[in-house]
């Protein structure tokens, strides 16, 4: 399956993404039912990932890898593994010897052979579920076929190609809207550069905080009614043991009120007397887990349910959602809706959802119960405003797709990314310097011109020539130079020509883990480069 080693960048948990693999058990089911097998065991831990839906859209996906050196097919079998559509190698390379040192799907026997196809080979026999072809053409023959060749792609993969091809391919791929990948090796060095277009996310399920939406600041009046059913002051200790916390952060947050003029708790001194509060009115702190739930989460008292996280509040100030229907995707017209639903009713839909927490099961079920018919009304009301917004215009929005968004409005995410275009054109500083990767990012522009210029790679004669490309693209790049050590240059013409395939092999699964996310548009992708450094194995990720 996809290595737990390559994962380990933002976003998809390497513990499940290790199972992505065909299994020996699996296999014995495979034999046995290999349709049943397709759309259950075989993916099972990933559709907890992405869902069915995700793997619908990766099953869907038609994506070409242009250049079969080993960084671009093991990006390659981390996407066959988890069932991506249909796979186009192209390559004009025969296999040589040097390939079998770093390319793990070329054979000796292959050597002499077309690599294209000696790859796409053995890299098939890995899932049955997906189709694929070698096709023996150069970039330059594929630049010249133009849109006609590209456009029957969802996702190019450029591998080992020199900037003048990149910048020739990327620019036809922008004008039909494809996404791309670039990835690279320079001996311990990789790079990884991305391009997802405008990229809008409904999951972006961001891996370090809960999404939680209780209303306790503003409770909806069913909410109200169970939380005033409670006198907590006249139950005995094993009744008031269960009482959810919920219900005890509303009448926490009542009687803070009461004895603030009815305003809430405002600094951090004020919130932190909140959570005393809250931990006065238990009978038994020491064995009352309901009350130290309560305490724990006493910041959700102050969560209201007319803002949105900064992220996704920034989505909808999006200049997008104020203009015409006739222009917008189904993304924009449900957060054009999302806005118009909150200024009419002066609260964004209830998410529906409950989280665990210490009560017995009645008034779980009870509650729960509540929370969804109420977010049942919210999804109604939403839905007629995206049927009100496509009145007249011969489109709709499923269902299931504006329940989606409804459960997600918190982590919506939006990203336009820069073209490789405008990036070698109109370069801007990097934003993080915490790292030596950036520099290396310079070097490895440096060597691209210098590629350009000599037709080969910088070798130990070349140290002073490649310092003075970096040194001058570091003025066009950067306001604020910071001298690049000369080992990070000597180091670069030591590598030459050399690539290794525990490099190739880690940014193969980091680039296939990107590509997952923009194929399935959930979780956030990089934004847009990775530069990683197998030297003392750092990483940096930044928006060239």
Known sequence: GINAEYMGSSGINAEYMGSSGINAEYMGNYLIN??????????????????AEGQRLLGHTRLCLVGADNVGVETLKNLILPGIGFISIVDDQLVTERDLGNNFFLA?????????????????ELNPDVKGEAINKSPSQLIEEGKSFFSQYQFIILNELRDKE????TQIC?????????????????????????????????????????????PFPELLELSNSYNLEQIELRQHSHVPYVVILIKALQRWRQENDNQD?????????????????????????????????????????????????????NEKVNAPVSELNDFWVLCKALKNFQATHGFYPLRGSLPDMTTDTQTYVQLQTIYKSVS??????????????????NREV??????????????????????????ITKPQSPSQYDTDCYKWYYVIRGVEEFYQQHQRYPGQNDVQELQDKTYNLMKQFDSQIIPIDKNLIEEMCRFEDCRLHTIGAFIGGVAAQEIIKLITTQFVPINNTFIY????????????
């Not at 349709?35 to 992405?50: F, G």
């Open 533 to 544: 450094n197998g030297i003392n194995c750092t990483s940096t990720t930044d928006e060239f």
């Open 174 to 218: 922008s004008e039909l809207n494809i996404k791309y990948a670039i990835v690279r090796t320079y001996g311990l060095i990789g790079y990884l550069r991305v391009f997802g277009g405008e990229h809008t996310i409904i999951e972006s399920k961001p891996p370090d905080r809960e999404i939680t939406d209780l209303r306790i600041n503003q």
């Open 398 to 423: 499923s269902t299931e797709v504006i329940k989606k968004f409804c459960r997600n409005i918190q982590t919506l995410y939006y990203l336009r990314y820069r073209t490789f275009q405008d990036e």
């Open 265 to 317: 708790p405002l600094n951090f001194q004020q919130k932190l007397k909140f959570q005393e509060l809250v931990k006065s009115m238990s009978l038994d702190y020491s064995t009352q887990d309901n009350f130290r739930e309560a305490c724990s989460k006493y910041y959700l008292a102050f969560q209201l349910s007319n803002k949105l996280d900064d992220e996704a509040d920034e989505v909808l100030q």
């Open 34 to 51: 290999s349709r049943v097998m397709a759309t259950t065991d075989k993916y099972d831990r990933q559709l907890r990932l992405w869902g």
């Open 376 to 393: 049942q009304k919210h999804l109604q009301l939403f839905e007629d405003e995206v049927k009100r917004l496509l009145e007249g215009t």
């Open 166 to 169: 990149c910048l020739a391919i």
């Open 108 to 124: 000796e026997n292959q050597i002499g052979k077309s690599r294209s196809e000696s790859a796409a080979e053995l890299l098939l």
